[in-house]
Structures are given as structure tokens and as C-alpha cells.
């Protein structure tokens, strides 16, 4: 197909992109003074480009029978919307007038300063060269202004923008009124006059657009003039909607193959008929008419222009839609279309997009930017996520133009639906199909797109679409630092010493305390940690507990904690433009996907792996009860205590059938030692757990405690009430092995028996009854790392002697280092948890 501008040639001023903004604001005052662009001022270029609307003709011929003395309106008042034509019809007349050789004058109120030159005076100096008749401050009267119109017919009166003038003199007083006054005063009695004469003309210009009335005072004038002008008035519109198709290809093209331009449409339309793309209650027929009206244009382009964007009160309606096709023509002028659609609009160009931005706002230069001109904008990867084939034509950028294009007017309609962004935006050797697929994805990629049964941009984000960019801008470190510290966040370590994420076995220390360690990945590196702790072999093996993540639950944790973060992103966004209750919405979703991350996060970390016999044993926590407020550590520290896998005693008949059944004693370390170090054994509470048992054991009599001494067991407590140290030496032994040493004590010959004497005998006072003692202790020791065990044997012994004991103990470590956050969870955190209460810290 030929390209538009091989069809529809434009004029030169718009091939070289001569398109200052005075090409197209029409000037009458300028067109008088001779001082106007060529367009206007010389009056072959003037109608060459000009198109003779029905109106205009009906004008000029009104004016031509007038003036010959044949009749018609005296007088006539152009009311249009701003930019709607008058001046350029005004224009007109006085070149038809001057080639006629009628007398002109012009009144240019935007021109003319009420302190230098007033009206009337003006009007008699146009028309006979001096100032005489209608000299002076007040308006000289009906009779005066007809003595001077009378002697010069055929005449032709000229007044535009007479409400500016009027405003103007609202501000000069002339004795006890003001030069406005005196002004409605004239125009009352010129209209007066010129009706009374054959040969003369006046036509009067005033707005119809609010925009144009400066303040409450301009408006009463306004009114008033309307008024006045009215009593006498004949309404004209110089352009008539279905005209502004031939006004434009008028002024912007100097001629058009009308054979070519018809093969071209009827290709588009036959294409339109097949895709089934003509929007509802569009007909062919009537189409192919206004197009062939519009070529080169599309007909969206004009009626998007002059019924949407030319209702706006500044947008100059003729005048801006010449203004702006003509920029987008010169934007074009090397592009290889058919015809010009609303898509082809170049919003990356400065002047096109300045042009519209000046009506909506500038806030729209972002929203333009970041959803459709943008190198990384959401309609670029539009275009390149359409696949290779199609990424020549820019579909995204395209159907984005076409919606903008259609998104705003000065009343309430606003968007478009599909089949008007397929007619605006689909190429004829493309299905059109592939314009609803980029609808769709830059439904998913846009900031501004909004949808409410048609589509359009607001200057208001999209928050789902600022969502989905938030959340795929989240880094998959930000996602694991942020996973961490919400298990760090939810776990108390009442019950265990809690290790996340270690990276190496040497992370999670060989201690005799029960530790949670959370896994960050399944279950298979449990095993490295539960054999080693660094380069050593592990010894405390059945102190582990594992947690790890269920990878089915993955997926959807993730998924939430990216929309948790994201909302939290949009909230912190200042570049955002935000509507309040948009802003409710997002503290609302931040709270709401709070609540679910943690939620969530408990399903996902539910598998419970502990060191067995045969290898490690998995329980399944489930999916947590809605709403439970219980940390990580206790959801694990409860469950196992219901499994039996963590028990807070153990019976005293167990130690006797497990450890004393076969062998006469056993250590009592030893007990605890396989109890720490033995995968699958019972796991306690506490280390008092089994003090107790054995405690316990001892007072029924179903072992006794004692020690090894010359190398073989010593009973010395039995069916009494002493609690253990566990510490090296210290030996549970066979109840009936502490029965013969009982029997045998008992057994010992008593001495021989002495008469009894009648008097009562003195008191047998023992060596020990003789002894001083001692009622209070206080020790000062310093013992060896490696003979503690020896000092809790001997606090146990203290305290059976007292009730009262208390224990201070100074910790002096030297010669090595730990880090603050290490001394905080490890030190300060067992101390706490011991419920040792720290007297003075002095640590460097």
C-alpha cells in the first residue's frame, strides 16, 4: 500500500515544520496592520487553504447582499466555543470586503488600550481618516455614530474580543461612571444606528467559553454585552461538526488523490469487515463516507480531537486540532502508513505530547513516561514480550497510544472498548487478535491503566499492577533476609537453644542442651550436622531437634511474602500519586498479609526430624490452627511432649530394668551421658528431669547411690531421700547389693549387756555431740574447669546439712575472644533461661 503522504501531499509550511503556534492563531488586528503571517495576510494563500464551510458561505454571502443595499441582518453576533472559528471567519469577511473596495474598520479589543484609544473615536478614524464627530470620553450618541456610518456605506464593522476591551475599561472612570459603562452604552447605540442605515454591517464577537470571562465582574459584563448585541443578534457557527474533516485537509494538505486514498480505505475496510473490528452501531458504508472525508486521517483521529480533547475549556477547538495534526503529519513525514491513526500519535515527541499535556495536567508527563515512552516502560516490554514476529509494530506501544488518546475530553466521557482500540491500532497483516493479547498484558505491566468497562489512564496508579512490579523488583536476597528474621521473630527459646539456618555443622555447637535447629532446605544435610560439629565427630547427638520446610508449601509462602513486602514498598513509595482511600487499602493489605505470612510460615516449616536407632524419624506438625498465637519452639517443645519424644521425668522402675538389670551398678553420668548421646533414647526437659528419677529410685529403695571406693561400689544412700550430682564417680547400684550391706550393719554384735541399776544413767555424750559446729558457711574457691563435677557433688552435701544455700559464683575468662551477639544468645541467654540472676558485668 502507498504510504499517506504519496496520497494526501501536505503543504510545504508543514513538510519543513514551519508550525509555530501563530501559523494557526488567527489575528484580525494583525491581518489590518499588514502585519500578519502569509496564511492570513495575503488573501490568495488565506482562501487557498482555507475550507468555505456552509457557514462560512452563508456569512460572506450575508455580508455581500448587506452591503449592496439588498437586505439582511444589520447586525450579527458570533458566539462560538474558543477556537471554534470566529476569528478565522472574520478574517475572511474582511479580505471579501476590502477586494470589494467596501469601507472597513476594526475593533480589536485585545489590541486596543481603553487608556490611549477608545472605541468610538477609534471606529471614526478607521472609517474617515480623522477624529471629529465621535470625540470625547462618553459615548458621543446614536445620532452621531449614524451621521459618521451614513457617509461611509458600504461599511463593514468589525469587534472581536470586545469583552476584553470591556473588562479593560471597567477599570478607568470617567466622571461619576466608567469607561466600560460609556462602552455599553456605545455598542447599544451603534447597533441602533447601524440598523437604521441600508448599506452597513456590524459584527460583534463574544465568547461562549467560560474560560475566556477573567472574574465575576467580566462575566456581568459579558452577560450585559450578550444582552445588548442580542436585542439584534443572528447566531452564527462558522464550522459545523461534520465540516472540521474538510477544514482540516484543507489547511494541512495541498492536494489529495482521491482515487488512491479510496483504494486504500476500502482495503482497510474489507480487513475491519473480516476481523469483525467495527465498533457497535458502526455501519461500512457510513464508515467508508467519513473517511474518505478524513483522508488521511483516520476519522477516530479528528473526532477523538475535536469531540473529546476540543471540549476541554482550553483546548482551542479548530485552531488546536490544525495546531496538533499538523505536528503529528510532520512527525510522520517519513513514515512508511497508509493513513494516520490515533496509534501513530508520537507521545515521545515533546510539542505533540506538550500539546496535550497542557490540558490535563502535568503530571501526566510521568504517567506517559513510565507506562508507554520510556526505553523500560510497561509498553516496551509489551512490545518485545509479543514474540520476534511481532516486534516490529510495536503493539503494546501502540494499543497504549490509542487508549490515551481516547482517556480524555472536558466532559464525562473518557476510554474506549476493544473493537475501538483494534480499528485505532490493528496493522492489516496481523490478526487482530494480537491487539486484545497486548490489551491483556498491559493490563499486567501498566501503572495507570484502569478499566472500568472501557479502558483508559488516570494520573492515579493501578495498585494491583504497582503490586505485581513491587513484587517482581524483590530480590531473592531481600526474600531469604526477610524469611530469617521472621523466624528469628517467632521463635522465644523457652525451651530449646534455637539455631536458623546454619550454614556448616560447626554452627550448631556439642552441647548437652536440647537445640531446634531450622533447617533452610530439607532434611538431607541433617544428617552431616547430627555426625559432626566441624572437623570432630559429634558426641551429643540426641540433643538435636531439626525443623524443616515442607517444599510443597514453598510456592505459596513465598508468593505472600513478596505481596507483604511489596505492600510495604508501595506505602514507603513518595512518587507515588495516591489517592486516600488507596492508601487505606495498602495499611489494610499490610496488616492483612502479615497475619497470613505467619500463618503460612508455620505450615511451611512443619517437619520435625529427630536422631532414631535406625536413622532420623519425621513428624508432621500439620497446618497450624487459624490464629494460634504460639511460637515456633512451642508448637515443636508442645508436640513432642504429646509424641512422648521429650518427657520432663522418667520413672525410676526404667533406670532399674534398663540400666541395673544386667551389671550391679552403673555411673550415673554414664545414664546421662547416653541419654545426651544416644540417637533415640528418651530426651528430658532438664538434666533435673533425671535427678529427680534417680532421687526418686533411691527413696523407694529400688537402687541405692553411692560411689566406687578401692574399686568397688559403696552404697551410702539408700531408701532416703538424696538427690545426685550426675557427676564422674557418682554410681546408681542393684538395690539387693545395698541390702546386704544394710543386713550386715545390722548384724553387728552389740556389746555385752550391763546390770541395770536402779538410778537412771547419765547421757551417753558422743564424740560428735562434743564437737563444736558450725551454723553458717562461706567458702571462697577457685576450682578447675575440670573438677566441677567434684563442687556440685559437694553443694548437694551442703544441702542436705542446710536449708538455706546460696551460691555466687565469679566466671573469669581471658586469653581468647567471643563476639557480643554470641555472648548475648549463648551466655546471657542460658543464664536467663536458669534463672540466674547476674550480680555485676565487667566484660572488655
Known amino acids: 500500500m502507498k504510504v499517506f503522504t504519496s496520497v494526501a501531499i501536505p503543504h510545504e509550511d508543514i513538510l519543513k515544520g514551519r508550525l509555530t503556534m501563530d501559523v494557526f492563531a488567527a489575528d484580525l488586528w494583525e491581518v489590518y496592520k499588514g502585519r500578519a503571517p502569509a496564511e492570513y495576510q495575503d488573501p490568495d494563500i488565506f482562501f487557498k487553504k482555507t475550507y468555505l464551510t456552509k457557514g462560512l458561505q452563508n456569512l460572506l454571502e450575508m455580508m455581500e447582499k448587506r ?19 470566529k476569528t478565522h471567519a472574520l478574517i475572511a469577511l474582511y479580505h471579501k470586503a476590502k477586494e470589494k473596495g467596501y469601507n472597513v474598520a476594526v475593533i480589536d479589543g485585545t489590541a486596543l488600550d481603553p487608556r490611549e484609544t477608545i472605541v468610538w473615536e477609534e471606529l471614526e478614524k478607521q472609517l474617515t481618516g480623522k477624529v471629529e464627530k465621535l470625540k470625547g470620553e462618553t459615548s458621543p450618541g446614536q445620532e452621531k455614530i449614524r451621521e459618521v456610518i451614513d457617509s461611509c456605506q458600504p461599511c463593514l464593522i468589525l469587534m472581536d474580543e470586545i469583552l476584553t476591551y470591556a473588562t479593560k475599561a471597567a477599570g478607568i472612570k470617567i466622571g461619576d461612571t466608567t469607561l466600560s459603562a460609556q462602552l455599553l452604552a456605545f455598542i447599544q447605540e451603534l447597533t441602533g444606528a447601524v440598523k437604521t442605515t441600508e448599506q452597513s454591517l456590524l459584527i ?34 462558522p464550522v459545523q461538526e461534520d465540516e472540521i474533516y474538510h477544514v482540516v485537509r484543507r489547511r494541512l494538505f495541498s492536494q489529495i488523490d482521491e482515487s488512491k486514498a479510496k483504494e486504500i480505505i476500502e482495503e482497510f475496510l474489507n480487513y475491519a ?20 472525508k478524513s483522508y488521511p486521517f483516520q476519522p477516530e483521529v479528528i473526532d477523538v480531537l475535536y469531540k473529546r480533547w476540543g471540549s476541554f475549556p482550553s483546548f482551542q477547538r479548530t485552531r488546536g486540532v490544525l495546531r496538533f495534526l499538523s505536528l503529528v503529519v510532520y512527525s510522520l513525514r517519513d513514515a512508511k502508513i497508509p493513513f494516520i491513526r490515533l ?17 490535563i495536567g502535568h503530571e501526566f508527563d510521568s504517567v506517559i513516561a513510565q507506562d508507554i515512552t520510556s526505553s523500560d516502560s510497561g509498553a516496551k516490554k509489551v512490545d518485545k514480550s509479543l514474540g520476534s514476529s511481532y516486534l516490529p509494530y510495536s503493539f503494546g506501544t501502540k494499543v497504549a497510544t490509542t487508549i490515551f488518546m481516547y482517556s480524555f475530553s472536558g466532559g464525562p466521557e473518557k476510554g474506549c472498548g476493544v473493537n475501538e482500540i483494534k480499528m485505532s491500532s490493528a496493522e492489516m497483516d496481523a490478526p487482530s487478535s494480537i491487539v486484545v493479547e497486548a490489551i491483556s498484558k498491559l493490563e499486567e505491566n501498566l501503572f495507570y491503566l484502569q478499566y472500568d468497562g472501557r479502558y483508559y489512564f488516570s494520573n492515579e496508579p493501578n495498585l494491583n499492577r504497582i503490586l505485581l512490579t513491587k513484587m517482581d523488583g524483590i530480590s531473592e536476597n531481600v526474600l531469604l533476609e526477610k524469611e530469617k528474621q521472621l523466624l528469628s521473630e517467632n521463635v522465644r527459646k523457652n525451651y530449646f537453644e534455637i539455631y536458623i539456618w546454619p550454614s556448616n555443622s560447626k554452627d550448631v555447637p556439642d552441647s548437652p542442651n536440647l537445640k531446634l535447629v531450622i533447617m533452610r532446605e530439607n532434611h538431607t544435610k541433617c544428617n552431616e550436622i547430627l555426625q559432626n560439629c566441624g ?13 524443616c520446610p515442607l517444599e510443597s508449601e514453598r510456592s505459596n509462602f513465598i508468593n505472600n511474602l513478596k505481596k507483604w513486602i511489596a505492600w510495604q514498598l508501595i506505602e514507603s513509595d513518595k512518587s507515588l500519586y495516591l489517592r486516600q482511600d488507596q492508601k487505606t487499602m495498602i495499611n489494610q493489605n499490610i496488616r492483612k ?8 510460615l508455620l505450615s511451611y516449616y512443619r517437619l520435625i526430624y529427630l536422631p532414631g536407632r535406625d536413622g532420623l524419624k519425621d513428624i508432621n506438625l500439620g497446618k497450624p490452627t487459624y490464629g494460634m498465637d504460639l511460637s515456633i519452639d512451642q508448637i515443636v517443645y508442645n508436640r513432642l511432649r504429646s509424641e512422648e519424644e521429650l518427657l520432663e521425668r522418667l520413672s525410676p522402675l526404667v533406670i532399674a530394668e534398663k540400666y541395673l538389670k544386667d551389671r550391679d551398678y552403673v555411673e550415673t553420668r554414664r545414664i546421662w551421658d547416653a541419654i545426651l548421646n544416644t540417637p533415640g533414647e528418651n530426651r528430658f526437659t532438664s538434666i533435673d528431669a533425671v535427678r529427680d528419677s534417680i532421687r526418686e529410685g533411691v527413696s523407694q529403695g529400688l537402687f541405692g547411690l553411692g560411689y566406687i571406693e578401692d574399686g568397688k561400689p559403696s552404697c551410702k544412700y539408700f531408701k532416703e531421700d538424696y538427690t545426685p550430682t550426675l557427676s564422674e564417680g557418682e554410681i546408681i547400684i ?3 547389693l545395698c541390702k546386704v550391706e544394710e543386713e550386715a550393719i545390722e548384724e553387728t554384735p552389740s556389746p555385752p549387756s550391763r546390770a541395770v541399776s536402779t538410778t537412771t544413767a547419765p547421757p551417753v555424750v558422743t564424740t560428735a555431740e562434743r564437737e563444736d559446729r558450725y551454723t553458717e558457711l562461706n567458702l571462697a574457691i577457685s576450682p578447675t574447669v575440670e573438677r566441677l563435677s567434684d563442687i556440685v557433688r559437694l553443694i548437694y552435701f551442703i544441702r542436705e546439712r542446710f536449708d538455706n544455700v546460696e551460691i555466687r559464683m565469679k566466671i573469669s575468662a581471658k586469653e581468647g575472644e567471643i563476639s557480643i551477639s554470641e555472648y548475648q544468645d549463648k551466655i546471657l541467654e542460658a543464664l536467663k533461661q536458669a534463672g540466674i540472676q547476674i550480680e555485676e558485668e565487667n566484660n572488655t
Open 593 to 600: 498479609y502479615k497475619d497470613i505470612v505467619r500463618e503460612l
Open 67 to 85: 452591503l449592496q443595499g439588498e437586505g439582511g441582518d444589520p447586525v450579527i453576533q458570533l458566539q462560538t466555543p474558543f477556537g471554534g472559528g
Open 273 to 292: 469487515e473480516k476481523e469483525k473490528i467495527f465498533p457497535e452501531g458502526v455501519e461500512k458504508a457510513d464508515y467508508r463516507e467519513k473517511f474518505i
Open 343 to 359: 496509534c501513530d500519535v508520537d507521545l515521545k515527541n515533546d510539542e505533540i505530547r506538550r500539546e496535550l499535556i497542557n490540558h
Open 204 to 237: 460583534i464577537t463574544l465568547p461562549s467559553s467560560v474560560l475566556e470571562h477573567y472574574d465575576e465582574s467580566a462575566e456581568k459584563l459579558f452577560q450585559q454585552l450578550k444582552k445588548i448585541a442580542g436585542r439584534m443578534e443572528k447566531i452564527y457557527s
Open 535 to 547: 572437623d570432630k565427630p559429634r558426641v551429643h547427638k540426641n540433643t538435636l531437634i531439626f525443623l
Open 734 to 736: 542393684r538395690k539387693d
